[in-house]
């Protein structure tokens, strides 16, 4: 792995050719280029799939509301300062989102729910925005367009211990994909200050659940004052960067507010009304702030399944074009992302230290082109045998599906 301390995004997704900022779009506000946006989307696709497989259902709702919903939810009163100015429209007056919730909470609340639909997890990748202050913005860290990895799980009393629970594995279960390592688990808890919404017996409620739930996943964790959300305590996942910097990244929360606020109810067995809790939770929190760690954490050098580039073919004259060409229409009907670096872009040498980051570097001679052979370069240095076009394709193609983290072509 690399030098994480060297690696600062910025420097980085510019060099690479990943992301950028320019001062007439606006400040916190990166643009992501084509090879930046593999990384995002690939990334997207792997949560939405994740979360597919544990039984989410995926929605879209509009990144602006009227400023009614956020006086209804709690922000306009605790989390004005965050937020963008409203939009006077006619009569009314539009805000763009801060968060996630109020949208779900109101979708939740759209039919009568009956208890046989709980626990009803609803996630959706999308876009809120904070208003930070240009002096604290840079890179893609401290942003005011965010795209959020958020999931609300709606659910009895009785279900908030597992479903909290197990939205703690699943973001144990990305991390470990994604080759994150925290460097600790926090438990948010309020501190002195107004921001909070009051309540306490639902606040020692929800922060005793998340205690359970943080000693039966036997990990160690430190709980700290002063971090909750404004209307509950949170379970923090934090990474640092490599000046030793600590970010939020992934969060688990117990919510007791807002299913009060928007009346949310559902019908139980008994026939009542009962009211349900809402676990809010973020398994790679924001894609901005995930995309900036791993950009440090790997120095440029992704896992194969979130390269720009995955095979870079190296054809050794001009006498290999047919053959690199035919590899290159192989590749991309596997949906693997090949680039030839042709003669014409120096010498092998020069082109094998250009590719230097892209999982697979394949160099393609006259005698592997007559013989169906390609042989390929790893990352490390290491050179594997020649080996037939097909078996190479297919041993690329299964690492990427599998999202192994280092190239192998032994699989
Ligand atoms: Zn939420």
Request: negative net charge.
């Amino acid at each position: 792995m690399n030098d994480q301390r060297s690696n600062d995004h910025r420097k980085l997704g510019r060099e690479l050719g990943l992301f950028d900022t320019d001062p007439l779009i606006g400040a916190g506000l990166p643009y992501w280029l084509p090879d930046g946006a593999v990384i995002r989307h690939e990334l997207e696709e792997y949560v939405r799939d994740l979360e597919r497989r544990s039984g989410y259902r995926h929605v879209y709702s509009p990144v602006l509301g009227k400023r009614e919903l956020y006086e209804r939810s709690g922000h306009w009163a605790h989390y004005r300062e965050d937020m963008f100015p409203p939009m006077r429209l006619g009569a009314e007056e539009v805000v763009l989102r801060p968060s996630l919730c109020p949208h779900h909470a109101v979708m939740y609340r759209s039919r009568a729910r009956s208890y046989r639909e709980l626990p009803l997890r609803l996630a959706e990748l999308g876009g809120m925005y904070r208003s930070e202050l240009s002096g604290v913005l840079g890179g893609l860290t401290r942003v005011r367009a965010i795209q959020l990895n958020d999931g609300h799980v709606f659910c009895t009393l009785d279900q908030v211990a597992e479903e909290a629970a197990r939205a703690l594995a699943l973001i144990r279960e990305a991390h470990r994909v994604l080759g994150i390592e925290p460097v600790r688990y926090r438990l948010s808890l309020p501190g002195a200050g107004g921001k909070y919404v009051a309540a306490p017996e639902l606040w020692e409620r929800s922060a005793k659940l998340l205690t359970e739930v943080l000693d039966g996943s036997g990990l160690p964790y430190e709980a700290q004052e002063g971090e909750a959300a404004f209307y509950g305590p949170k379970i923090d996942v934090q990474i640092a960067d490599g000046a030793g910097r600590e970010a939020t990244l992934s969060t688990v929360q117990v919510d007791f507010h807002q299913p009060e606020q928007f009346e949310l109810e559902y019908i139980g067995a008994d026939g009542a009304r009962h009211r349900p809790v809402m676990v809010h939770r973020a398994i790679i929190g924001s894609v901005e702030r995930a995309v900036a760690h791993l950009i440090e954490l790997y120095g440029g050098a992704f896992p194969a399944w979130l390269a720009p580039v995955q095979v870079a073919l190296l054809p050794l004259s001009a006498g290999e074009d047919a053959a690199v060409a035919e590899l290159a229409d192989r590749c991309l009907e596997l949906g693997l992302r090949a680039q030839v670096l042709g003669p014409e872009q120096g010498t092998l040498g020069a082109r094998v230290r250009a590719a230097r980051l892209v999982p697979y570097q394949v160099v393609v001679g006259a005698r592997e082109a007559a013989q169906g052979l390609v042989a390929p370069r790893l990352r490390d240095g290491s050179r594997p045998a020649p080996l037939p076009v097909a078996d190479f394709l297919a041993r690329v193609a299964a690492g990427v599906a599998a999202r192994e983290r280092e190239p192998r072509l032994d699989g």
